[in-house]
């Protein structure tokens, strides 16, 4: 059972880890678009042709729709991810249930165990008790 243990928590721990690793991938690519936004803008700033506002903001339009398109990419493999850890997690809760239903069981045992035992000592006092009296009526009669 203490290997049983040890693999949920290392599980945590590596969940964890992805999602770190998943939520600085993110930041990064939002500090990627706002760089390349900035960059756009201050470019536009350069030059205050009406026109060139214009396609800037066809740029930035455009520059959207990719990074939205991305996203849309990136959803199904995110939904596949997802229902991933959540079969893992409905199986560790059955494993889980399964140790507790077998740990519910061995204390039960253990208790009836327990009880036998306090009858046998009991028993075995009483017989004892038995045993020494018959010796001293044995003696007695001698």
């Known amino acids: 059972t203490t290997g049983k243990a040890s693999i949920p928590t290392s599980l ?23 760089r390349n936004e900035l960059q756009g803008i201050l470019a536009n700033y350069t030059n205050k042709d009406l026109n060139n506002r214009l396609n800037f903001e066809l740029e930035l339009l455009n520059m959207e729709h990719q990074k939205v398109m991305l996203d849309l990419q990136k959803l199904p493999k995110e939904i596949n991810e997802a229902l991933q850890k959540c079969k893992q997690l409905t199986e560790e809760t059955v494993s889980c249930r399964q140790l507790l239903n077998e740990w519910t069981q061995l ?13 046998l000592r009991r028993e075995q006092i009483s017989l004892q008790e038995s045993s020494e009296e018959m010796k001293m009526l044995c003696g007695e009669a001698h």
């Open 12 to 34: 945590t721990k590596q969940e964890q880890q992805v999602n770190k690793l998943d939520k600085l991938t993110h930041q990064l690519e939002m500090l990627t678009n706002e």
């Open 107 to 119: 204390k039960e045992k253990v208790r009836v165990l327990r009880e036998e035992n306090r009858k």
